[in-house]
């Protein structure tokens, strides 16, 4: 009811102080009437705040369920990208191929018109003429081995011009195939491209009609609140879960790590932990500046607790790395993994996003050790003029 509260408390507290007023100063007969004329006033005003209330929530739902198509969309789309790349990369090779046999057989064409040249200088004379003539018959001998030798190596090179044409035919056959797969993903991709712009300018849409309800810092505190303890639920459930799950191979032990963990995207730190925010609540992790749909890496082995939408933080993917360490990725544009999933370091998880109602986007990353929060950058390598990578 913060909403409502802040939009019609001052107008309940008037109707409260009126209906006071006339019940001591007005006659029984006037004050039963304005009586019930306040009440009915209350009574309206009340429904209106939960109405705004209902259509807050309502909101936020949409709200959810475009951002989840939304990654699910981007993840598709990143798909069908690399699809496209490997065909490219198979028509390239076809192409490579197709020149290949191009140049082979141009040769061949060429050698054989050299040994057709030379098979004529040896003379217009038959076999059988030479034979008859007796003024060459100390070189019969050798004649008769030149002939048989050029007509062996043309009916050779007539053969492998064959198989060249074969092969040459069968590539061009490929390519023509490799080159309609690859149009035929081009236009999916064009099709989900604009379904996802579609949904972006939805979202757009949903997100201010829900800032317009959320203006003052009071509303908006008390929301990060709820927020805040929602994932703080999440994060037990999840840790309780995760008891009976099977461990990972990690190597170095993560408490060793302090100050030597890679950061799990390559941005700019614009908000720090213990930083206060607008709200007036604290940052509990951290905030990267980075290009939307930008690749975010495991920052150590584990194994994904939660992959989901969450209220405040959008699509969220917590990771548990041992009894007492876990990583928290919010913000996200799309999830590269879902719960049960094992990762290594390094391995991409998420992209980039403004999930969760953000205006720019970003990554909002976080560890916590018992359950508690802790600054990652004093675990993660040091930034460089705010500029972690």
């Given at each position: 009811m913060i909403l409502g509260d802040r939009l019609y408390g001052p107008a309940i507290r008037l109707a409260i102080g009126l209906l006071a007023f006339f019940c001591f100063s007005s006659s029984s007969g006037d004050t039963r009437q304005d009586l019930s004329a306040l009440e009915s006033k209350i009574q309206t005003l009340r429904q209106q705040m939960s109405n705004l209330d209902s259509k807050r929530e309502s909101l936020e739902n949409e709200l959810a369920e475009i951002e989840k198509?939304?990654?699910?969309?981007t993840k598709k789309i990143r798909r069908l990208k690399d699809q496209s790349n490997q065909i490219k990369k198979r028509k390239q090779e076809l192409e490579e191929k197709l020149a290949e046999e191009k140049a082979a057989l141009a040769q061949l064409k060429s050698?054989?018109?050299?040994?057709?040249?030379?098979?004529?200088?040896l003379g217009r004379q038959e076999p059988l003429k030479l034979l008859l003539n007796q003024n060459q018959a100390s070189s019969l001998s050798r004649m008769f081995t030149y002939y048989r030798y050029f007509n062996r190596a043309r009916l050779a090179e007539i053969e492998q011009a064959k198989q060249h044409l074969n092969t040459f035919q069968t590539v061009t056959e490929k390519l023509a195939q490799e080159e309609s797969h690859l149009q035929s993903v081009l236009e999916q991709l064009n099709r989900e491209k604009a379904t996802l712009d579609q949904l972006r300018k939805s979202r757009k849409i949903v997100l201010s009609k829900i800032k317009t309800k959320l203006k003052t810092r009071?509303?908006?505190l008390a929301h990060l609140h709820r927020d805040k303890q929602n994932l703080e639920k999440i994060i037990q459930k999840s840790?309780?879960?995760?008891?009976?799950?099977p461990p990972v191979d990690q190597g170095k032990p993560f408490r060793r790590l302090r100050g030597q963990l890679h950061w799990p995207v390559k941005g700019k730190l614009?908000?720090?932990?213990?930083?206060?925010?607008?709200s007036g609540s604290t940052w509990e992790g951290v905030v990267i500046q980075a290009p939307e749909g930008s690749p975010v890496r495991a920052?150590?082995?584990?194994?994904?607790?939660?992959?989901d939408w969450l209220k405040g933080y959008g699509l969220l993917l917590i990771i548990k790395h041992d009894n007492q360490f876990m990583s928290i990725y919010a913000f996200n544009q799309s999830l590269m993994k879902t719960v049960g999933d094992t990762v290594a370091a390094g391995e991409i998880i998420a992209t980039v996003g403004r999930s969760g109602g953000r205006a720019s986007p970003g990554l909002y990353f976080a560890i916590r050790k018992g359950g508690k929060p802790v600054n990652p950058e004093r675990w993660c390598k040091k930034a460089k003029r705010g500029r972690v990578s």
């Open positions: 198509q939304t990654g699910n969309l050698q054989l018109a050299k040994n057709i040249r030379a098979a004529y200088s009071k509303a908006r840790r309780q879960a995760a008891r009976f799950l614009v908000a720090h932990f213990g930083n206060r925010r607008s920052i150590y082995p584990g194994r994904v607790i939660f992959a």
